[in-house]
């Protein structure tokens, strides 16, 4: 962690995306480095997932643009997509396909040969302690271990740009470090995380950057070192609210 690089993996510019009533993302700058957690952290509706979805071209933009490795989404090839690895919204593509078939088709669409993808399947299954589950039908998975097999599915095939939605929603303690041990090993490898979460400690611990978002702007940055992010948090999202309704 902490070796930022100054040509960033993702990068947004300008993004709006304002949805009917005015909630959504109201002008962004957002960039990822390799080599670094980038956290995401704001209330409910402040704007974290449609911001993913912008980033990732899920969502088309009102206004502004994102680079993928410095190339316009709308003309990135799909061998730079195949370099990213997200799970934002939907944890699963195949709820009858068991475990094992799900990640080999992960693996397939990142564009795995198929030996190859046999293999990181097999490999992720390891990763995420699932190899209980590898020949339960995903519709059957409890929430938590869905949860495993999305994420798995995210990052096996090694890529170089992460983006995940709060990825600790519904993982036990344990899954929450088997994450957090597989995003520092990435991390460490030389790949970039845009993560979003509520749980300010796991932040914390992993993040490099700290982003706070509130009623889709940016509005600030925490220390992840700080001694008390709960509070820092709250005190600019306050500050912003006080402004806002001023204005
Ligand atoms: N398709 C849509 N149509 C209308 N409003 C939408 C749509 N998608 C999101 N919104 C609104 O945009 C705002 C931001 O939603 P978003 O899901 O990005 O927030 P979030 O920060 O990810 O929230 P949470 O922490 O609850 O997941 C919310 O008020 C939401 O209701």
Do not use: C
């Not at 300010?200 to 702007?217: F, K, M, P």
């Amino acid at each position: 962690m902490n070796q930022a690089h100054s040509v960033p993996l993702l990068e947004g510019h300008a993004l709006v995306r304002r949805f009917p009533g005015g909630a959504g993302v109201n002008g962004i700058d957002l960039a990822i480095a390799p080599g670094e957690v980038h956290a995401i952290v704001g209330l409910n509706g402040a704007g974290k997932t449609t911001l993913m979805r912008l980033l990732l071209g899920m969502l088309g933009p009102q206004s502004g643009s994102v680079l993928l490795d410095g190339v316009d989404i709308a003309d990135a090839p799909p061998q730079v997509w195949a370099g990213a690895g997200h799970l934002v919204e939907h944890p699963l593509a195949y709820p009858e396909l068991d475990v094992r078939a799900n990640l080999q088709v992960a693996a397939r669409l990142h564009g795995l040969r198929r030996a190859a993808a046999a293999d990181v399947a097999e490999r992720a299954i390891a990763e995420f302690d699932l190899a209980r589950y590898a020949g339960v039908r995903a519709s059957r998975l409890s929430l938590g271990n869905r949860q495993r097999v999305g994420l798995a599915g995210a990052l096996q095939h090694g890529p170089r740009l992460i983006v995940l939605d709060e990825p600790t929603n519904a993982l036990d303690p344990a899954g929450v470090i088997l994450l957090r041990e597989a995003l520092i090993r990435r991390v460490g490898a030389g790949a970039g995380v845009l993560v979003s979460s509520h749980h300010l400690d796991e932040v914390a611990r992993i993040a490099d950057r700290v982003t706070v978002v509130n009623a889709g702007r940016v509005i600030g940055m925490l220390d992840p070192g700080g001694i008390d992010l709960e509070r820092a948090f709250f005190s600019l999202v306050h500050a912003d609210d006080v402004e806002r309704s001023a204005a």
